[in-house]
């Protein structure tokens, strides 16, 4: 299968094909708020934009993805549907030229300002992630901020 690594410390995504040969990296944005795990019920609070402050973590782990839509159907990769917890492009909106700069800052610092997805750069999206990790299932590893890898986060 093909897979990425989201690795949180640096704020990166590496994708890789089947075989495991490095097809492209980039900078990425992630959880608001610092931490591991998914709270409680935050998947349904994320379909309405009310994710509290504390809530917005990119969860840590190994997770088997599957190609999707969002509500405002935009083709997504759902790293776990449950907890609303994506891999999607930079979306229009208010944010965009703020966050367009977050991702090209030269460090990860800023790099902190979804509701728990993985936001890609758009370019990014459409010519690695689509075509590698939304056609079909494919594995992401979330690289937890902690430094420590649990078993349990990363059992088959």
């Not at 509500?71 to 703020?98: C, K, M, N, T």
């Not at 590893?141 to 990363?154: K, N, R």
Request: glycine share 10%; net charge positive.
């Amino acid at each position: 299968m093909p897979f990425a690594i989201v690795d949180k410390q640096h704020a990166r995504i590496h994708v890789f094909e089947a075989g495991g040969r490095l097809l492209a990296s980039s900078a990425v944005l992630l959880g608001a708020d610092r931490g591991d795990h998914s709270v409680p019920g935050v998947g349904q609070r994320a379909q309405t934009g009310e994710v509290a402050r504390g809530e917005r973590t990119t969860p840590a782990g190994r997770f088997l993805t599957q190609p999707g839509r969002n509500l405002q159907g935009e083709h997504v990769v759902w790293v776990d549907y449950a907890s609303a917890f994506a891999i999607h492009r930079l979306r229009p909106g208010p944010a965009l030229r703020q966050r367009q700069a977050q991702l090209v800052s030269a460090t990860p610092d800023d790099n902190r300002a979804s509701l728990g997805c993985v936001v890609v750069p758009v370019a990014f999206y459409a010519s690695v992630v689509q075509p590698v990790l939304g056609q079909r299932r494919a594995v992401v590893y979330v690289l937890p901020e902690s430094g420590q890898i649990g078993e349990a986060a990363f059992a088959l």
